[in-house]
């Protein structure tokens, strides 16, 4: 069996619901949390992107390597319910 490893990453560098005292890098804890799943961590991530829940509170904030619904669809919605994400794009915040 051959495993692709993914040429972007995602990186979660803030995580506004942490619990402290939970190991980083984990669903309690997410800094440092990357993905998708055996990405390679030296892959540049110079998208800065924030994902908030349906109340519009801030829950992550991180890096990815490209402008895509990457961070939400893999780790912001199935562990926190995020619903949006959006990148600072040209000097500004934008929804995609």
Partial sequence: MTYDIPNHCWVITKDHYADLKAKPGTNYNA???????????????????RMYDDDRNLVYEGFSSRIEFDPLDDFGTPNFGCTYIEYFINGKWEII
């Fill in 31 to 49: 800094v440092g949390m990357m993905g998708p799943r055996g990405c390679n961590p030296l892959v540049a991530t110079p998208h800065a992107f």
